[in-house]
């Protein structure tokens, strides 16, 4: 008799035991928590944050052109009005606070603004008013796309093209040289960079 009651009693407990719901079975068959959602917000952000340092930073690969000038010892400080640079187009030096909106640019720009965006890790890339018009498309066409290049005319430069960056410039014969794809690779965001990852829009000017 006690064991059939035992029995009973066992035999109760299991059908309580089944009759239960497991909560946390429950809640995964439910909808998702507030913690599963902030973590796949978390690794949505962190994959585009990887993307755009991928797009943006310069190769690894790059190879660094020849010819290459290089000038040292520049200042870096913020100033107002007009600058005296020694180089044309200049490479560096004090500018002003504001630095220039990277992009194409089919008028001249202000040197001080200029050499703040290169400060920042801008390649500019400068050409004669004279050159075709077919040139000034190629340069807007190795231009296009990239977040740290300017590009605008200049006179007075002494070559058809230069590219400069901070501290570093370039003598190219023409906009298709094939050392100017170098140069964009291995200076735009490069090693030269005083401020690398500073910003290159939300400054001044309205490239196309």
């Keep these: 008799?006690?064991?059939?009651?035992?029995?009973?009693?066992?035999?109760?407990?299991?059908?309580t035991r089944s009759g239960r719901r497991n909560p946390v079975a429950a809640a995964r068959g439910g909808r998702p928590s507030a913690w599963t959602i902030a973590s796949v917000v978390?690794?949505?952000?962190?994959?585009?944050?990887?993307?755009?340092y991928f797009v943006t930073r310069p190769s690894t690969h790059a190879a660094q052109p020849q010819g290459v000038q290089t000038f040292s010892n520049l200042s870096r400080?913020?100033?107002?009005?007009?600058?005296?640079?020694?180089?044309?187009?200049?490479?560096?030096?004090?500018?002003?606070?504001?630095?220039?909106?990277?992009?194409?640019?089919?008028?001249?720009?202000?040197?001080?603004?200029?050499v703040h965006s290169m400060e920042h890790g801008a390649v500019w890339i400068t050409y004669q008013p004279t050159l075709p018009t077919a040139d000034v498309t190629t340069l807007q066409h190795a231009a296009a796309g990239k977040s740290y290049v300017i590009l605008s005319p200049y006179s007075g430069i002494p070559a058809p093209v230069v590219a400069s960056a901070w501290g570093v410039q370039l003598r190219l014969t023409g906009a298709s040289d094939p050392k100017l794809a170098q140069f964009i690779n291995y200076y735009q965001q490069g090693p030269q960079t005083p401020e690398?990852?500073?910003?290159?829009?939300?400054?001044?000017?309205?490239?196309q």
């Design 77 to 114: 400080n913020h100033v107002t009005g007009q600058v005296n640079y020694p180089q044309t187009p200049p490479v560096g030096g004090n500018h002003n606070a504001v630095w220039l909106n990277c992009g194409i640019y089919t008028s001249p720009v202000a040197n001080e603004n200029a």
């Design 196 to 207: 690398a990852g500073s910003p290159c829009s939300g400054g001044t000017g309205s490239p």
């Design 42 to 52: 978390v690794i949505v952000l962190f994959v585009a944050g990887l993307a755009v």
């Design 1 to 15: 008799m006690t064991r059939e009651r035992g029995k009973s009693a066992a035999k109760g407990t299991q059908a």
